[in-house]
């Protein structure tokens, strides 16, 4: 069984940064991308950022230059760097990961942390 362990959320007032992180365990064989995504109240999921194993990178426009994804495969994780944090980047940010546990690919999700950007 595979699980993504989400880390890092909270309360942040507008300007400061936070650091996400999200760990991925079990019977993993190799991990593809790794992303993250982010949902507000009444709003659709949508993509924040991800990251593919050899480090290419597709960042939301609504986050480039504030926002920046790496990941550590030896420890199978994927970090999201967020600064100049603004009150529309509120939201429950969710963890995906593309994980091959036996013959193929499949997309696991974590639980969420929570976001919030308020004075």
């Known amino acids: 069984q595979v699980q993504l362990v989400e880390s890092g959320g909270g309360l942040v007032q507008p300007g400061g940064s936070l650091r996400l992180s999200c760990a991925a365990s079990g019977r993993i064989y190799g991990i593809n991308v790794m992303g993250w995504y982010r949902q507000a109240p009444g709003k659709e999921r949508e993509l924040v950022a991800h990251i593919t194993s050899g480090g290419a990178t597709n960042i939301a426009d609504s986050v480039k230059g504030r926002f920046t994804i790496s990941r550590d495969n030896a420890k199978n994780t994927v970090y999201l760097q967020m600064n100049s944090l603004k009150p529309e980047d509120t939201a429950v940010y969710y963890c995906?990961?593309?994980?091959?546990?036996?013959?193929?690919?499949?997309?696991?999700w974590g639980q969420g942390t929570q976001v919030t950007v308020s004075s």
């Open positions: 995906n990961a593309d994980i091959r546990t036996g013959w193929t690919f499949n997309g696991y």
